[in-house]
C-alpha cells in the first residue's frame, strides 16, 4: 500500500488488467502461432506436392516449366503402381519387419536397460561403455562384416535379414538405462518387502513407470525400420522380401523414372505412419505429460 501511494495511485481504482489477458482478447491464439503457422505450412508443403503429383499424369509431371497442381486429377499412377508392382507385398514386408523390430526392441532393451541400471556385477560400467562406444561406429563399417556373418547364417535373401538387426540397438539400452536411473530405489525396495521378486518387481512395478520411455523408444525404432534403405537394399535381392524402401528404387532408373507411380508408392508408404500418429496422438502427448511429472 505504501508502494502504491508513493507512486501516486489510487489505491481504491480497479487493479489494472493481466496483460496476457488483454493479449487474448486481441488474438483469439498464442502470438507464437503468427511464427509457428508459416513454419508448419512450410514443412508441409513438400508431402502437399508429393500427394498432388501422385493424381498428375506422366504428361503434367514431365512438361516445362513444371505445374505445381494438376490440370486433372488422374490415378493411374495407382493403378500401375497395383498392376505393375507387388506394392501390396512390401507394404505387408514393411508391417512385419517394423512389429517384430518395435516388440524387440521394448523387450531386449528394457531388460538390457534394468540390468546396467539396478544390477551390480563384476565389469558392469566397463561393459556399459564399450557397448555405448558403438555408437559411434559408422555403420558403413559394419555393413560387409554383418553381411558376411548373415550369410553364413543363412539370413541373406529372407525376410528376417530386414528386422535381425533391429531386434536390439545400443541406443535403445542406453535411452532404458537412463530412465531406470531416474525412477526412486524406494518402490522396487517396498515391491520386494511385499515378497515381489525380481522379475516381478520389473514387470509390475518398473515398466509401468517406463510408459513414457517405451512410447519414445517405439517411435523412434518405428520411423528407423520402416525407412531403412541401405541395409535391405544390400542383404535382400529377392523382390518377394523386399520392403517398401527397396520396392520403391525399382521404379528409379538411369535413364528413365516413373515418377507417377513414384510419388503414388511414396504417398502409401507414407500414409500409415501419419495415420498412425493421428490415431495414437492422445496416447503420445500423455507419455509426454506424465515424463514431465516429478516424482
Known amino acids: 500500500m505504501t ?7 489510487d489505491p481504491l481504482s480497479p487493479p489494472l488488467p493481466d496483460r496476457p489477458a488483454a493479449r487474448r482478447r486481441l488474438l483469439p491464439f498464442s502470438p507464437w502461432h503468427l511464427l509457428l503457422m508459416p513454419l508448419a505450412l512450410l514443412f508441409v508443403l513438400p508431402l502437399v506436392q508429393m500427394v498432388l503429383t501422385s493424381f498428375m499424369t506422366a504428361a503434367d509431371i514431365n512438361r516445362f516449366p513444371p505445374r505445381l497442381i494438376p490440370t486433372s486429377l488422374s490415378v493411374a499412377g495407382y493403378q500401375g503402381l497395383l498392376a505393375e508392382s507387388h506394392i501390396l507385398r512390401w507394404l505387408g514386408n514393411t508391417v512385419i519387419v517394423s512389429a517384430i523390430s518395435i516388440v524387440g526392441h521394448l523387450v531386449l532393451c528394457s531388460l538390457a536397460g534394468y540390468g546396467f541400471a539396478r544390477l551390480r556385477f563384476p565389469g558392469r560400467t566397463v561393459e556399459f561403455f564399450t557397448l555405448l562406444a558403438t555408437v559411434m561406429v559408422p555403420i558403413q563399417l559394419l555393413m560387409i562384416p554383418t553381411f558376411v556373418m548373415f550369410s553364413r547364417l543363412g539370413l541373406v535373401n529372407t525376410l528376417a535379414a530386414a528386422f535381425v538387426p533391429w531386434l536390439t540397438s545400443a541406443f535403445g539400452i542406453f535411452l532404458m538405462r537412463q530412465f531406470f536411473l531416474s525412477l526412486p530405489k524406494e518402490l522396487e525396495e517396498a515391491a520386494k518387502l511385499d515378497g515381489c521378486g525380481a522379475f516381478g518387481t520389473f514387470a509390475r512395478i518398473v515398466l509401468p513407470l517406463a510408459k513414457p520411455a517405451l512410447a519414445t523408444l517405439a517411435v523412434f525404432t518405428l520411423l528407423g525400420s520402416w525407412n531403412d534403405l541401405v541395409w535391405p537394399l544390400i542383404a535382400i535381392s ?27 508408392g511414396n504417398v502409401m508408404a507414407t500414409m500409415p505412419l501419419i495415420l498412425g500418429f ?17 516424482r
Open 3 to 9: 508502494a502504491i501511494l508513493r507512486r501516486g495511485a
Open 278 to 294: 493421428v490415431l495414437a496422438q492422445r496416447w503420445f502427448v500423455a507419455s509426454m505429460t506424465f515424463s514431465g511429472l516429478k
Open 238 to 264: 529377392d523382390e518377394r522380401f523386399y520392403t517398401l524402401q527397396v520396392g520403391l528404387t525399382t521404379f528409379q532408373g538411369t535413364r528413365r523414372t516413373q515418377f507417377e507411380l513414384l510419388m503414388a
